[in-house]
């Protein structure tokens, strides 16, 4: 769909389009938790997984903007068939869709979990952030699903650690809430997994600016193309 065209025609005013992760990535890199910081990759996990990439403080988009898609790079050759076409897909087995999908089957499948009653909606009211809460409190079936979960996205994550040698992971997205719970797993992994020296290298941790970090981002990548150019200060 040709955006950028139907916007400046609705609204007569330039308009720049941005994938919404890379858009998050600038504005954890300039504004959040990556400041200071020159590599920087970053995954948001919400209801999917996308990526955005910080290299040599400049974000990077690729040919065609598309790059940083890390929802789609493939954990599981045999896994679940995704929406992109692919199969085994890091968003089919981290995303917060994935948690509630998971926790869901193993309870139609007769598993016990305090889920149920904790929905106050029977098995249609879990979420990924009920199952996180299940999780906290014990609850036996939500702490393996999560732990499913952040392994994948650690694979994940060891992956990209070793392509892009960041100095820093960070984390967004509904899922990043859950912190520890999501991100200790994938610490330990890229500790046990990455190419040594990279792993030494890089600090994970979740965005500081939440669901605010692609707004941020879109306004100084929105400064920067007007401008002609990136600008660091910004
Ligand atoms: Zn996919």
Same mark, same amino acid.
């Given at each position: 769909? @040709?955006?950028?065209?139907?916007?400046?025609?609705?609204?007569?005013?330039?308009?720049?389009?941005?994938?919404?992760?890379?858009? &998050?990535?600038?504005?954890?890199?300039? /504004?959040?938790?990556? /400041?200071?910081?020159?590599?920087?990759?970053?995954?948001?996990?919400?209801? !999917?997984?996308?990526?955005?990439?910080?290299?040599?403080?400049?974000?990077?988009?690729?040919?065609?903007?598309?790059?940083? %898609?890390?929802?789609?790079?493939?954990?599981?050759?045999?896994? @679940?068939?995704?929406?992109?076409?692919?199969?085994?897909?890091?968003?089919?087995? &981290?995303?917060? *869709?994935?948690?509630?999908?998971?926790?869901?089957?193993?309870?139609?499948?007769?598993?016990? #979990?305090?889920?149920?009653?904790?929905?106050?909606?029977?098995?249609?009211?879990?979420?990924?952030?009920?199952?996180?809460?299940?999780?906290?409190?014990?609850?036996?079936?939500? #702490?393996?699903?999560? &732990?499913?979960?952040?392994?994948?996205? !650690?694979? !994940?994550?060891?992956?990209? $650690?070793?392509?892009?040698?960041?100095?820093?992971?960070?984390?967004?997205?509904?899922?990043?809430?859950?912190?520890?719970?999501?991100?200790? @797993?994938?610490? /330990?992994?890229?500790? %046990?997994? &990455?190419? @040594?020296?990279?792993?030494?290298? $890089?600090?994970?941790? *979740?965005?500081?600016? !939440?669901?605010?970090?692609? $707004?941020?981002?879109?306004?100084?990548? *929105?400064?920067?193309?007007?401008?002609?150019?990136?600008?660091? #200060?910004?």
């Amino acid at each position: 769909m @040709p955006l950028k065209t139907i916007l400046e025609e609705k609204f007569k005013v330039n308009t720049y389009i941005i994938n919404d992760a890379s858009a &998050a990535a600038l504005g954890e890199h300039r /504004r959040g938790s990556g /400041r200071g910081v020159n590599h920087l990759v970053l995954f948001t996990v919400g209801t !999917g997984i996308g990526g955005g990439i910080i290299a040599d403080g400049r974000l990077y988009l690729g040919a065609v903007g598309a790059a940083g %898609e890390f929802g789609h790079m493939t954990v599981d050759a045999d896994g @679940p068939r995704c929406g992109c076409g692919n199969t085994g897909c890091l968003e089919m087995l &981290a995303s917060g *869709t994935a948690v509630a999908r998971d926790a869901i089957k193993r309870i139609e499948e007769g598993e016990k #979990s305090s889920l149920v009653s904790l929905s106050g909606n029977g098995i249609d009211g879990i979420t990924a952030e009920l199952v996180g809460e299940a999780a906290r409190r014990g609850d036996a079936l939500a #702490s393996e699903v999560l &732990a499913r979960a952040a392994y994948y996205l !650690g694979i !994940g994550m060891v992956n990209v $650690v070793n392509i892009f040698n960041p100095e820093m992971v960070v984390v967004g997205g509904g899922m990043a809430g859950l912190g520890d719970l999501l991100l200790a @797993p994938g610490r /330990r992994m890229v500790a %046990e997994r &990455a190419f @040594p020296v990279s792993s030494r290298a $890089v600090r994970i941790v *979740t965005a500081a600016l !939440g669901n605010e970090a692609g $707004v941020y981002g879109a306004a100084v990548f *929105t400064r920067e193309q007007i401008k002609g150019g990136q600008d660091e #200060s910004t």
